[in-house]
């Protein structure tokens, strides 16, 4: 009989083949169901010790790599493996989240007393006490258990972007927008590899499920180029397009125009990296150059996507790495060699358009959290199917697990940006006002699989 996963929620019943389809159906529904909004947890009835707390948050956090979520192979996985990743799943994410508890306790006190911060404050309080009894995972049925609960918490903090920026828009007299910044800086990084660990177990489990049953080990050669969340084969000219196609859409809607755009350089380029991140960062990169493209009155300029692979790293400069990169040390210690060449080229992406650039005034701030667009009338958004006075051009999907639009937030380039930067890349603009903008996306890349 095979063991798999009864997921409660929006995970239920879903074969998750790649990355895109993984958080469309964890976490991304347009049209959420009844429990859509029992994502916020009163104070947790597990009562966890302070000291517990600080003792979790004193411990340095383990600094995640793209390769230390595929060091588990390819799905799907033997269960060795499966119970690999479901204990280094539960090593880091406790400490993570005590964390993210004590910068909110750091806050000042009439800070978190806000209601949408202390809900926030709440929902993370009340997943670590529902992590904390886990012991090592040594059975099928403990495994099945902890993906259940994991898949639950993805989607209790599928929301914290938006309420986390609702609150401080309502604490605005008692917080400086610098201090704003830099909590948010932190703790939206720190949330990027909170999810990814959560979410890469999740999509690790349900490509392996069928197989538990089995008296046979899963054979590892798959024809899939996804590892749970992550596409090893991930061709970025066809997020390009896939993104152009939904934000022209939107243009078409709102200006009565369709942008148009050109990929030149290596559109067959492919490199490993998680798709719903690329697909943020290209989402909001298009959006500011059709818009900016349109509103110029410049809409017969295509937008030019410059599509750029790194040269392979050197045999010199690889054997100063090769002590380091072939292998991977994780949290306790354990060995483990990963399925990838040591080198990783990564990729550039340019996005070129004549929409008359950014003002120098402007061009400081645009890596700065803004709230001043998101009007106190506005609903929260995921409390209501209408926009309210959101520009429709900005309701476009988040990112990592976002199930809500983050509009008019001035969330949109540095999030973008802090997507980037997590595993080694980078944004940077460089503006040439009255003319248009050069727009420059690195991603560092992962490496070419092993065959």
């Given at each position: 009989?095979?063991?798999?996963?009864?997921?409660?929620?929006?995970?239920?019943?879903?074969?998750?083949?790649?990355?895109?389809?993984?958080?469309?159906?964890?976490?991304?529904?347009?049209?959420?169901?009844?429990?859509?909004?029992?994502?916020?947890?009163?104070?947790?009835?597990?009562?966890?010790?302070?000291?517990?707390?600080?003792?979790?948050?004193?411990?340095?956090?383990?600094?995640?790599?793209?390769?230390?979520?595929?060091?588990?192979?390819?799905?799907?996985?033997?269960?060795?493996?499966?119970?690999?990743?479901?204990?280094?799943?539960?090593?880091?994410?406790?400490?993570?989240?005590?964390?993210?508890?004590?910068?909110?306790?750091?806050?000042?006190?009439?800070?978190?007393?806000?209601?949408?911060?202390?809900?926030?404050?709440?929902?993370?309080?009340?997943?670590?006490?529902?992590?904390?009894?886990?012991?090592?995972?040594?059975?099928?049925?403990?495994?099945?258990?902890?993906?259940?609960?994991?898949?639950?918490?993805?989607?209790?903090?599928?929301?914290?972007?938006?309420?986390?920026?609702?609150?401080?828009?309502?604490?605005?007299?008692?917080?400086?927008?610098?201090?704003?910044?830099?909590?948010?800086?932190?703790?939206?990084?720190?949330?990027?590899?909170?999810?990814?660990?959560?979410?890469?177990?999740?999509?690790?489990?349900?490509?392996?499920?069928?197989?538990?049953?089995?008296?046979?080990?899963?054979?590892?050669?798959?024809?899939?180029?996804?590892?749970?969340?992550?596409?090893?084969?991930?061709?970025?000219?066809?997020?390009?397009?896939?993104?152009?196609?939904?934000?022209?859409?939107?243009?078409?809607?709102?200006?009565?125009?369709?942008?148009?755009?050109?990929?030149?350089?290596?559109?067959?380029?492919?490199?490993?990296?998680?798709?719903?991140?690329?697909?943020?960062?290209?989402?909001?990169?298009?959006?500011?150059a059709f818009r900016a493209t349109v509103e110029s009155g410049r809409s017969n300029e295509p937008v030019v996507i410059t599509i750029a692979a790194e040269p392979e790293l050197s045999a010199?400069?690889?054997?100063?790495?090769?002590?380091?990169?072939?292998?991977?040390?994780?949290?306790?210690?354990?060995?483990?060699?990963?399925?990838?060449?040591?080198?990783?080229?990564?990729?550039?992406?340019?996005?070129?358009?004549?929409?008359?650039?950014?003002?120098?005034?402007?061009?400081?701030?645009?890596?700065?959290?803004?709230?001043?667009?998101?009007?106190?009338?506005?609903?929260?958004?995921?409390?209501?199917?209408?926009?309210?006075?959101?520009?429709?051009?900005?309701?476009?999907?988040?990112?990592?697990?976002?199930?809500?639009?983050?509009?008019?937030?001035?969330?949109?380039?540095?999030?973008?940006?802090?997507?980037?930067?997590?595993?080694?890349?980078?944004?940077?603009?460089?503006?040439?006002?009255?003319?248009?903008?050069?727009?420059?996306?690195?991603?560092?890349?992962?490496?070419?699989?092993?065959?």
């Amino acid at each position: 009989m095979n063991s798999y996963l009864p997921l409660s929620r929006s995970y239920r019943g879903q074969n998750i083949r790649h990355s895109r389809s993984f958080f469309r159906y964890a976490s991304l529904n347009r049209y959420p169901s009844p429990s859509a909004h029992k994502w916020s947890h009163p104070p947790s009835s597990t009562i966890i010790a302070d000291n517990e707390i600080a003792r979790l948050a004193s411990k340095p956090l383990h600094a995640l790599r793209l390769e230390d979520l595929v060091k588990h192979g390819r799905p799907p996985l033997s269960t060795v493996a499966l119970f690999s990743s479901a204990n280094f799943t539960l090593d880091l994410l406790p400490n993570r989240l005590a964390h993210r508890i004590q910068a909110l306790r750091n806050l000042p006190f009439i800070v978190v007393s806000n209601p949408n911060i202390s809900r926030i404050y709440n929902n993370y309080l009340h997943s670590l006490s529902t992590l904390l009894p886990y012991k090592t995972i040594s059975t099928l049925e403990d495994e099945i258990r902890f993906t259940e609960v994991l898949a639950d918490l993805v989607e209790t903090h599928s929301h914290t972007i938006p309420t986390l920026a609702r609150g401080f828009l309502e604490c605005r007299k008692y917080i400086s927008p610098t201090e704003v910044t830099r909590f948010l800086d932190e703790h939206l990084r720190a949330r990027i590899g909170t999810r990814l660990i959560a979410e890469q177990h999740i999509a690790l489990h349900l490509s392996s499920q069928a197989h538990q049953g089995s008296h046979t080990e899963p054979d590892p050669g798959s024809s899939s180029s996804y590892i749970g969340v992550i596409d090893t084969a991930l061709n970025p000219a066809s997020i390009v397009n896939s993104c152009g196609n939904f934000v022209s859409e939107i243009c078409e809607l709102k200006y009565g125009v369709r942008p148009s755009w050109i990929i030149d350089g290596q559109p067959e380029t492919t490199f490993a990296f998680v798709p719903v991140h690329l697909e943020y960062i290209i989402t909001e990169l298009l959006k500011n150059a059709f818009r900016a493209t349109v509103e110029s009155g410049r809409s017969n300029e295509p937008v030019v996507i410059t599509i750029a692979a790194e040269p392979e790293l050197s045999a010199a400069n690889d054997s100063l790495n090769k002590s380091t990169s072939g292998l991977i040390l994780d949290d306790n210690s354990n060995f483990s060699i990963k399925p990838f060449e040591d080198s990783a080229p990564g990729i550039t992406i340019r996005i070129r358009d004549r929409g008359g650039g950014i003002s120098p005034e402007v061009l400081p701030n645009v890596w700065s959290y803004s709230f001043t667009t998101f009007s106190e009338e506005d609903e929260l958004p995921g409390q209501s199917h209408s926009n309210g006075n959101m520009d429709a051009l900005n309701v476009l999907s988040g990112a990592g697990g976002e199930s809500s639009s983050i509009a008019g937030l001035g969330y949109g380039l540095p999030l973008g940006r802090a997507y980037a930067e997590y595993f080694g890349g980078g944004i940077e603009i460089q503006s040439l006002y009255g003319w248009g903008c050069d727009v420059y996306l690195r991603l560092k890349g992962l490496g070419r699989p092993k065959t």
